[in-house]
């Protein structure tokens, strides 16, 4: 498998074509268009950037989002963690005619929405204003009475810890024609009532304002406090019968979700062709558009193109545009699982190498070796496929590629005989202590630690030295061979050569022939480029990089056997923390248990540290990223599962 081959498309039609013309290529999903030249001055006077009506779409899709987030709040729908996402026709999906009434809907969930909040909001205020008039209530003045001809009247509050009976105390020595009353109190406040003649009022008020005294909390309100919070709670069941009447409007509507999504993909769709419509060139006449498309769907664009009055050009990309072309990845059933690890690090350059298919095989083998246990193989085996058959994903590659790491995982525990570690032979011990069970294995990683150890250095070596080859080929493919001589096959040489000289093979006189001829080849490749002093520090660096590089690299695949132990051990030490109850039921409790986290705590860690060694040690050797991900004009959704049309 490789990178898909791009070809160039230059197109110009008619003004007119211009919608029906996008709405083909995006039906169509093959074409990705192009951004016009950065520098202007490249452009042809007469043409300009078409104008998108990107506004009105892209705030349509804001309405929706938003109403939808509203319904999730007040109505969330009950859908299960493997509810695939519903089907619909393409034509169904294309057809807009529902447009304008969703929208309306939407509007109306938003309003619903809009005067909750404001009810919520009132309705707090309200709940807050009754509840400070509480402590008031034995109050039976109006509280906006503040005097008489003859008498201040006021009310207000001191903390919580003064004494009252000392306060009215104080009061009666500084103020005698005052009289202190006590409303209510609490840990944190005591309400008050003072009546003072005029003439005492300002030195009760000093009196009290030592104590703390805060006057004013009753000044915005009219009448008496029974009357003032009777009103209140009205209002209030007002507000709240209000917010109930708004609630059921809202939840009414829950049933239009389902129109909603399918709408808000639909204008989602449509602002991607609007968005696109901003790389097309034209005036009131013609529009100009160049892309990309893949090679194997240039018939089906040009049996499209040909149905207009346009003229175009499909043309190979030069070296020139190689950074700018899309990439996309060939691939089959198997080797299309290692996509979503690809994605993660780069794409490669238009002009590398499509890692995958090289990559698939030591991905999948590293981790059935780390993880190596049958029963952790067959839960991943029968997940992943559960969730492709329930779910449907769009981009299915994540799971397709624990589908095809729990085979290896289940070929890995067959050879250790593993299965939820040493499960099976702990049980039959437990039912029959006499007995010596065991699950046929080839070897075990805890007996067999430093033939697990070996055989994961002989797998790094066989890998580095594939990325070693992936590299020759393509250096030989770009005619750089002599790179690849004096470097990666002159390595080749040197490690022959040593395992020559190691088994006495093909040497004379006692010299290593093979061996010496790598040297020469080291010495000359290491240095051709070099001058003067240059030529010894290039020897000493092409040395010290290729030999801690490479052995460095291997030494990293150690891994893999760490790996397989600690799953090896962490299961087995469940197994004998359920073994030690006694009790075969506790024991199958605590086994599966245990085995759960330590499944859990090996997928995630298997999937890292293999990730490392194909990043680091593999990629290293051959891979140029860089590469832009190919993103055609399409029909998309995110929210229903299009059924697309027989092309």
Request: aromatic share 8%; hydrophobic share 45%.
């Amino acid at each position: 498998m490789a990178i898909v081959k791009m070809k160039h498309l230059r197109l110009i039609a008619l003004a007119r074509d211009r919608e029906v013309l996008l709405r083909r290529l995006q039906k169509l999903g093959c074409l990705q268009l192009q951004e016009p030249p950065a520098d202007e001055t490249l452009w042809p006077d007469m043409l300009r950037r078409e104008e998108a009506r990107s506004a009105q779409a892209r705030a349509d899709v804001r309405l929706l989002e938003s109403a939808l987030d509203t319904l999730n709040r007040v109505a969330p729908a009950k859908t299960g963690l493997l509810t695939p996402r519903p089907t619909v026709e393409e034509a169904a999906f294309l057809d807009e005619s529902s447009i304008e009434g969703d929208l309306a809907a939407a509007e109306q969930i938003n309003a619903h929405a809009g005067e909750i909040s404001r009810l919520r909001t009132r309705a707090t205020r309200l709940r807050s204003d009754v509840a400070a008039l509480a402590p008031w209530q034995s109050l039976d003045l109006p509280m906006d009475l503040t005097h008489t001809r003859t008498v201040d009247v006021i009310t207000g509050t001191v903390p919580g810890p003064v004494d009252f009976t000392d306060l009215q105390r104080q009061l009666g020595e500084t103020a005698e024609a005052a009289e202190l009353f006590l409303l209510s109190q609490s840990s944190e406040q005591k309400c008050l009532l003072l009546l003072c003649h005029h003439g005492d009022l300002d030195a009760a008020m000093e009196t009290l304002r030592s104590r703390g005294f805060v006057g004013g909390q009753l000044k915005q309100y009219r009448g008496t406090v029974a009357e003032n919070v009777a009103a209140l709670e009205a209002q209030l069941q007002e507000t709240q019968a209000a917010l109930d009447r708004e609630q059921q409007a809202l939840a009414s509507l829950a049933d239009r979700r389902d129109a909603l999504r399918l709408t808000c993909d639909r204008l989602t769709t449509a602002l991607d062709r609007e968005d696109n419509a901003r790389r097309l060139l034209g005036d009131d006449r013609i529009v100009c558009l160049r892309g990309w498309v893949p090679e194997k769907d240039v018939p089906r664009l040009t049996a499209l193109l040909d149905a207009f009055d346009c003229a175009y050009d499909l043309a190979d990309p030069t070296p020139e545009e190689y950074p700018d072309v899309p990439v996309q990845l060939k691939g089959n059933a198997f080797t299309r699982s290692m996509n979503c690890i690809t994605e993660q690090y780069s794409l490669p350059a238009y002009n590398g190498v499509d890692p995958n298919p090289v990559m698939a095989p030591f991905f999948i083998l590293f981790f059935g070796m780390m993880m190596a246990d049958m029963a952790y193989g067959l839960l991943m085996i029968g997940g992943s496929l559960l969730f492709l058959k329930k779910k449907r994903p769009a981009d299915p590659s994540f799971m397709e590629m624990i589908f095809w790491c729990g085979i290896s995982t289940v070929l890995f525990g067959a050879l250790t005989g593993g299965f939820f570690g040493d499960f099976i032979p702990q049980l039959c011990r437990m039912i029959n202590p006499a007995s010596t069970f065991t699950l046929p294995a080839l070897f075990t990683p805890l007996d067999d630690t430093m033939a697990v150890m070996v055989g994961s250095l002989v797998l790094g070596l066989i890998q580095i030295v594939t990325g070693m080859t992936v590299s020759v080929v393509k250096k030989t493919r770009d005619g750089h061979f002599p790179d690849a001589l004096w470097n990666e096959i002159t390595w080749w040489v040197i490690l022959a050569g040593t395992a020559l000289a190691v088994l006495k093979i093909g040497t004379v006189g006692g010299v290593p022939v093979a061996l010496c001829v790598g040297v020469l080849m080291l010495l000359y490749g290491a240095t051709r480029n070099a001058r003067g002093f240059g030529k010894v520090t290039a020897l000493v660096a092409a040395v010290y990089n290729g030999v801690t590089g490479f052995f460095s690299d291997i030494l990293s695949y150690v891994r893999l056997m760490a790996l397989m132990l600690s799953g090896a051990v962490l299961a087995q030490v469940f197994n004998m923390l359920g073994a030690t109850t006694g009790n075969i039921v506790a024991f199958i409790i605590i086994s599966l248990v245990g085995n759960a986290l330590n499944l859990a705590l090996n997928l995630l860690g298997c999937y890292v540290h293999d990730m490392r060694l194909q990043f680091l040690e593999f990629f290293g050797r051959f891979y140029e990223d860089g590469g832009k991900a190919f993103q055609p004009l399409r029909v998309q959704a995110k929210n229903v599962e299009i059924i697309k049309e027989d092309k």
